[in-house]
């Protein structure tokens, strides 16, 4: 499960975060998730509840977005969202597709408690 070096690399990142704005606590962890990511959403967040024990994240909301695969085919123009990878467009059947989105994996926010008025 490589969704466990993900986390430890995602504690890592929110611990300097921690350090540079010197937080008191983190309450809560917005990321993205995309079907093409190569990580399992639910592995994830299983993960980061067997690693979190013991950290800064310990008390903290992990919130998972998981946007919609997006095809663009190049050879009718027309980018559809998808459920599922399927190398034909839906629209005219063609091949030539560029993946347009659904590749992500995103810390996108990051929430601190400090001592400072926001």
Not at 10 to 23: D, G, H, Q, S
Not at 46 to 53: C, G, L, Q, T, V
Not at 71 to 81: G, H, I, P, S, V
């Amino acid at each position: 499960m490589h969704e466990l070096s993900v986390v430890a690399s995602l504690v890592e990142t929110i611990e300097e975060l921690v350090r540079e704005n010197k937080a008191k606590a983190v309450t809560g962890i917005w990321i993205k998730v995309g079907p093409l990511s190569g990580v399992v959403p639910e592995l994830l967040e299983s993960a980061f509840d067997m690693y979190r024990k013991g950290t800064v994240v310990e008390k903290a909301r992990l919130s998972i977005e998981k946007p919609p695969l997006r095809a663009l085919c190049r050879a009718c123009r027309r980018e559809t969202e998808r459920a599922d990878y399927s190398p034909a467009c839906p629209v005219c059947g063609s091949t030539d597709l560029e993946i347009t989105g659904g590749t992500d994996l995103l810390l996108e926010r990051v929430e601190l408690e400090t001592d400072e008025p926001a």
